[in-house]
């Protein structure tokens, strides 16, 4: 019977002697321990007993009528046990003591000086103890190491994402003002209607393409409105079936009734992205079934605790594979950040840590059913919102967006942006003065404050930033409205932007639409 006050441990002796093998665990008892041993005395015995363990010691004789501590310790060794290894021998030598420490042995003690096992045993197992937690703090070192890289790589990643969408939000821009323009020049009906139409959704699919790869490098900010959550799936199912291999059979179950969320479009997008990419991985290049599937559920109070949620209507959208399927250890650890499956140089293991934070930043859960060899379904529930308010009537926007001749002075260092924006403005109804450097637009200002009635800037240019010039602008006309149109729209910005009184910080890919509406809103403000 073990005390409160024995420590448990598991005892392999190489012994030929039973009486020799009582008198060990005898001692060991005296020393502290609660020894469960077993004894064997040859080769065989010994391999299937190393086969069956796990120990926490050996302890061996030295010298066996036709097998020796030696061999025994030789066959120890090729196993690669870090466990201590004691000699107990009656009959062990200097020399041969020697020996045996140098071929790997912990320590030997003599049969008559049984006492000094359990003091030796301790301090051995002391120093396994010290070498585990070395190698695991060696190992936790390679991986932050390695996590540090990849942060650096995503780091990176995220600067080149945020130059290029400036850069190419200057580019659609451009094209969909100038579609916006050419839209309303001509008749309904005429032929290039549905030309310009095609160009407009692909400059707009391209628009949003750029907002994946800034969610994705964790550059944009959430943008929450009341969506429908349909469209976006069977969006996202377009653009996987022209990217999956043919093998693979991807189809949809979604239900026939409305279902709108509050959330951020482009991540909803990038949460079925990334579950249809791990469903392909799951698949392991062989031909298999990927189902999306989405449909309305109410969680009762009874299921809500267990889900993290609150009772009530949810938006139920899910992937199910027919790949591999994961076991308990992998399923345990399948959201955490650089956790990953697949081979170096094949996977991040971010992809599901990004939407599982998707989800929680959505308010929502995300679980998993899955058995090794059996597949996977991963189910995202989302909180139900009712259907959004229609937009007003054409006539009625158009009266609250309409223009008496304000002037606006518009700043950007791209022409082709600069003269879509300043036409936008023009035919809306505005007198619009339209600058490529800041100096020229800042001296207009100064020339006649009084006459500018809303100043917009870009806010990356060369020599000076938009909040530089938002700030000499405030400077020389207090209280005029002040916006700043960017490619890139981030927290920081946003708050220093408030900071210095800029009214309003608007997507540049967007402006040909929001640019109207919003001076009418500025100048109303005035």
Same mark, same amino acid.
């Given at each position: 019977?073990?005390? #409160? ?59 066996? /009528? ?17 466990? /201590? ?8 030598? %200097? ?5 045996? #420490? ?26 396994? *103890? ?9 190992? %936790?070192? =390679? ?10 790589? #995503? ?15 200057? =580019? ?55 969506? *429908? ?43 079925? #992205?990334?579950?249809?990419?791990? *469903? ?6 062989? /031909? ?21 949620? %609150? ?76 259907? /959004? ?80 010039? *938002? ?56």
């Amino acid at each position: 019977m073990t005390t #409160m006050n024995e420590r448990p441990i598991r005892i392999l002796s190489v012994e030929d002697s039973e009486n020799d093998f009582r008198l060990a665990m005898r001692q060991l008892r005296k020393s502290g321990f609660a020894p469960e041993g077993r004894r064997v005395q040859d080769l065989p015995s010994l391999q299937q007993a190393l086969q069956e363990g796990p120990w926490d010691a050996v302890i061996s004789d030295f010298s066996m /009528p036709g097998f020796s501590g030696l061999q025994a310790l030789a066959e120890f060794r090729a196993r690669g046990l870090d466990i /201590p290894f004691i000699f107990v021998s009656g009959t062990i030598g %200097e020399e041969m003591a020697v020996a045996a #420490m140098r071929a790997g042995a912990s320590d030997y003690v003599m049969k008559e000086n049984m006492g000094r096992l359990g003091p030796a045993l301790e301090r051995e197992l002391a120093q396994v *103890a010290q070498r585990a937690a070395h190698r695991q703090a060696e190992a %936790e070192l =390679i991986r932050f190491e390695a996590q540090l890289h990849q942060a650096q790589k #995503m780091e990176s990643l995220g600067t080149l994402a945020g130059g290029i969408a400036h850069d190419f939000n200057n =580019i659609l821009g451009a094209i969909l003002g100038n579609i916006e323009i050419a839209l309303a020049d001509i008749e309904p009906g005429h032929p290039a209607q549905t030309a310009l139409g095609e160009i407009q959704q692909a400059s707009l699919r391209a628009r949003d393409l750029v907002r994946q790869i800034l969610t994705f490098s964790r550059r944009r900010p959430q943008q929450l409105e009341v969506i *429908a959550l349909k469209p976006i799936v069977e969006e996202t199912f377009r653009l996987l079936r022209a990217t999956l291999p043919a093998g693979v059979d991807l189809r949809q179950a979604l239900a026939d009734a409305p279902m709108y969320v509050h959330a951020d479009a482009t991540q909803l997008q990038q949460v079925v #992205m990334n579950l249809c990419t791990n *469903a392909w991985h799951a698949l392991q290049d062989k /031909p298999g079934r990927i189902v999306i599937g989405l449909d309305a559920i109410d969680v009762d109070a009874a299921d809500s605790g267990a889900r993290g949620l %609150e009772a009530g209507a949810y938006a139920h959208l899910w992937v199910k594979d027919t790949g591999s399927g994961m076991d308990a250890r992998t399923l345990e650890r399948v959201f955490e950040p650089f956790f990953t499956t697949k081979s170096t140089g094949q996977g991040t293991g971010l992809g599901l840590s990004v939407v599982h934070g998707i989800v929680a930043a959505h308010n929502g859960s995300i679980t998993v059913d899955t058995l090794p060899g059996a597949g996977s379904t991963f189910h995202v529930l989302l909180p139900a919102t009712s259907e /959004p308010l229609p937009l007003p009537a054409i006539h009625e926007r158009a009266a609250l967006m309409a223009a008496h001749g304000e002037h606006v002075v518009y700043l950007d260092d791209d022409e082709t942006v600069m003269l879509v924006m300043v036409r936008i403005l023009e035919r809306a109804g505005y007198r619009c003065s339209g600058y490529l450097d800041a100096s020229e637009a800042l001296a207009s200002i100064r020339a006649a404050p009084a006459a500018v009635d809303v100043f917009i800037t870009d806010y990356n240019m060369p020599g000076r930033s938009g909040l530089d010039v *938002a700030r000499e602008a405030a400077a020389l006309n207090p209280g005029m409205p002040i916006a700043i149109s960017t490619g890139l729209i981030t927290d920081d910005l946003c708050e220093r932007a408030r900071a210095l009184g800029v009214m309003a910080v608007i997507e540049k890919e967007n402006a040909f639409r929001e640019i109207v509406p919003l001076v009418r809103r500025l100048v109303e403000k005035d």
